[in-house]
């Protein structure tokens, strides 16, 4: 952590002492938790206002059956010929006869 010094409002000093007495904690430790919730909505709001946001999901990737639950499995099978539970993009393209 590293030391700041700030100065405040009066009634900005005066409700954090109040609210930090309130939830039996230091005011350094509640102004860490505004800091990080306001931080945290920042980044949300600037996030959904991306526009690369737009095009999530948009796409649609091959019908070969793999699925982020089976990649390992077709990834790093040993015998991956003999599964017949997967389908191959290669073995059905036009290519690959």
């Known amino acids: 952590m590293k030391r700041v010094q700030l100065i405040l409002e009066e009634w900005q000093q005066e409700w954090l002492a109040q609210e930090a007495k309130r939830q039996s904690i230091s005011m350094s430790a509640l102004l860490r938790q505004l800091l990080t919730e306001a931080i945290e ?46 389908l191959r993009v290669a073995e059905n393209g036009p290519d690959y006869s």
């Open 41 to 86: 909505r920042r980044q949300a709001e600037s996030l959904a206002e991306d526009p690369l946001w737009g095009i999530v999901g948009m796409g649609e990737g091959p019908r070969d059956g793999v699925t982020s639950e089976n990649l390992d499995k077709f990834l790093y099978q040993t015998n991956w010929r003999d599964d017949d539970s997967l």
